[in-house]
């Protein structure tokens, strides 16, 4: 019998450094091949480590934190095919929908908005994405 010598892709997994990430244990992004997931990734600055008030900011800053997983994965925001979107109130729909033109406006992937609560009440977007390159 033939043996199946086809290697399977690495798995590689990103960190941001977030203190959550180890809290709760996940990867900001896990990629294996073509694919790459990227976590919920919330406002804050890492920079700083502080989450700002203004919602268009924390969607700022969490497409950073995404260009960045993507980035450290070997996936760009152009590779991006599906977004999910969840924001604590309808009312920062129209704060942050400029910031979702402005990251996706020329890719279009296909996109899901969810209004629910979130962990922390500072914390009013959280953007997930997944990214394929084949």
Not at 10 to 34: I, L, N, P, T
Request: hydrophobic share 35%.
């Amino acid at each position: 019998m033939a043996k199946n010598t086809l290697a399977k892709p690495k798995r590689k997994r990103v960190s941001s450094g977030s203190e959550w990430e180890e809290k709760f244990a996940y990867s900001r992004a896990v990629s294996q091949g073509d694919w790459c997931f990227v976590s919920g990734t919330t406002g804050t600055n890492y920079k700083t480590g502080e989450m700002p008030q203004d919602e268009a900011q924390q969607a700022r800053n969490a497409f950073t934190t995404i260009d960045a997983a993507l980035r450290g994965a070997g996936f760009e925001m152009g590779h991006v095919v599906r977004v999910q979107y969840t924001v604590t109130d309808r009312k920062y729909i129209a704060e942050i929908q400029p910031e979702l033109q402005r990251a996706f406006g020329a890719i279009k992937p296909a996109a899901t908005m969810i209004v629910a609560d979130l962990i922390e009440e500072s914390m009013k977007i959280e953007i997930e994405v997944t990214a394929y390159k084949g």
